[in-house]
């Protein structure tokens, strides 16, 4: 029987190695976000590296499909990363630490409200004979990526026009409700299929 960390070793793959790049940047984005009050070349640094995140997204879902590399923990680090830059930014850019401009109020409630819904809701599915799939839907991606555009806007907002800030606000609402929306009917749809034994596992693919 191969050990834990032989088992680590042989799902290590390249999509891995670049999601927990993505992990391992996240924290320096932070930093870089809270020292845009003292300098403004942070404000660079920062979007350079939420640039790297987002690329870095893109990349390692390209890679585990194309060489087929989809493996247990991709499917574990992947929501992960996702959800540590997408929680964090939308706290920090909210918050007086942040340099400005701040996220309103209205949209870090649904951006944080959204996230724990799902958090909560997949903890609780997993309780029961079905087992969901972390990896997010068409729309849950389309949101993310909507998001860590937002940032980027947010990040460089004090040169953009308000309507420009406006508009992306107002988008990642809307993507952030609708994708919500979409993970609520899924569940529904998971539990609503529980006509198998309980010591049945049923997993639900991922919806394209």
């Known amino acids: 029987m191969l050990g834990p960390y032989v088992v680590l ?13 993505r992990i391992f940047l996240t924290p320096f984005l932070i930093v870089c976000v ?11 640094l920062a979007g350079s590296l939420l640039f790297l995140v987002g690329i870095g997204d893109v990349v390692d879902g390209y890679l585990a499909k194309k060489r087929n590399e989809v493996t247990e923990l991709g499917r574990f680090l992947d929501p ?18 942040w340099a400005g401009p701040h996220l309103p109020f209205w949209l870090t409630a649904v951006i944080l409200g959204r996230e724990l819904f ?30 860590l555009v937002m940032y980027g806007v947010v990040i460089f907002g004090n040169v953009m026009p308000d309507f420009v800030l406006k508009f992306f606000w107002f988008g990642t609402g809307f993507f ?3 994708s919500l929306a979409t993970y609520i009917w899924l569940g529904v749809t998971m539990l609503r299929r529980q006509d198998v034994k309980p010591s049945v596992e049923r997993s639900v693919q991922e919806v394209t």
Do not use: H
């Open 9 to 21: 070793e042989t799902q290590m793959t390249s999509a891995n190695k670049v999601t927990l790049l």
């Open 34 to 44: 809270l020292e845009a009050a003292s300098a403004e070349w942070y404000r660079y």
């Open 80 to 97: 992960i990363a996702d959800k540590f830059v997408v929680i964090t930014l939308c706290i920090v850019l909210s918050s007086r630490f």
């Open 118 to 147: 799902i958090i909560i809701g997949f903890l609780s599915l997993s309780f029961t004979n079905v087992k969901p799939s972390p990896w997010p839907c068409l729309l849950g991606r389309i949101n993310n990526n909507a998001q």
């Open 176 to 178: 952030s409700i609708i």
